[in-house]
């Protein structure tokens, strides 16, 4: 996925750290915001303003991360690797915390999930997926309407579907197809947010090697929304009827 403005780079000289680590905190702000997870990074009182000094260290970060990694491997895939949840606890600490403090100030629970995953892609340092946001408003969808995205914005347009058609059952009626790790944390946030809880069905997330010889399954949805910055599928479509397929 093409790369956005680095909003984290003064945690660790180590690009790749800095982004993944920052994105963890932030998902898991939020996952003990909506109780998934114990409160360990969270303010107790969000109306209490935070200082340097009662903001707890990166360390907590690195253990948290320990124990949730195994539970949820393809929203925290980067320290699944040895040594990686160890690294967290050495990032430096003044941009610790202006970072903690800046995420702490973030609405959470009860804030729209395109506006959560927003935030996600910045603070992750990905550009937005370049989707085409009339093409996805426009989709004439219903209650029971099954949605398949095929790669590579990583559950961006199903957000924004989900946003537009507020009666769409979009947690249990969509799968999501993406290419690479990166596209898969996205798509596992974009998941868990619709779901509300990070347990959601592994069978709705498929992760394919190589986008231009795989082929979506064409019963999994009545619609595929192809993303038109990848490989043309045209040669590949033929057993679906062409206006079930849209270039977002």
């Known amino acids: 996925m093409e790369s956005g403005p680095d909003l984290t780079g003064a945690l660790s000289p180590d690009r790749e750290l800095a982004r993944h680590a920052a994105f963890a905190l932030y998902t898991l702000l939020w996952l003990e915001a909506t109780g998934s997870v114990p409160r360990r990074l969270g303010a107790a009182d969000q109306r209490r303003r935070s200082t340097g000094a009662d903001l707890p260290g990166p360390e907590v970060l690195a253990a948290t991360l320990s124990d949730v990694t195994a539970r949820w491997p393809r929203l925290f895939p980067y320290f699944a690797a040895p040594g990686a949840c160890d690294a967290v606890a050495g990032v430096v600490p003044a941009a610790w915390h202006q970072l903690l403090g800046w995420l702490r100030a973030q609405p959470l629970a009860g804030t729209e999930p395109q506006a959560l995953y927003e935030i996600g892609l910045m603070v992750l340092g990905v550009a937005f997926p370049a989707v085409d946001i009339a093409t996805i408003r426009d989709l004439p969808v219903g209650r029971r309407t099954r949605v398949v995205e095929w790669p590579n914005a990583a559950g961006y347009p199903t957000l924004l579907l989900a946003t537009f058609h507020p009666g769409w059952?979009?947690?249990?009626?969509?799968?999501?197809?993406?290419?690479?790790?990166?596209?898969?944390?996205l798509a596992a946030w974009a998941l868990t947010l619709l779901h509300g809880d990070p347990d959601w069905p592994a069978a709705t997330l498929t992760t394919v090697a190589e986008v231009a010889t795989e082929t979506p399954d064409p019963q999994a949805g009545e619609w595929l929304l192809h993303y038109r910055l990848h490989d043309s599928l045209d040669d590949r479509l033929t057993h679906l009827p062409a206006e079930r397929v849209l270039d977002i």
């Open 169 to 185: 059952f979009a947690a249990d009626r969509v799968c999501l197809y993406v290419q690479g790790d990166e596209a898969t944390v």
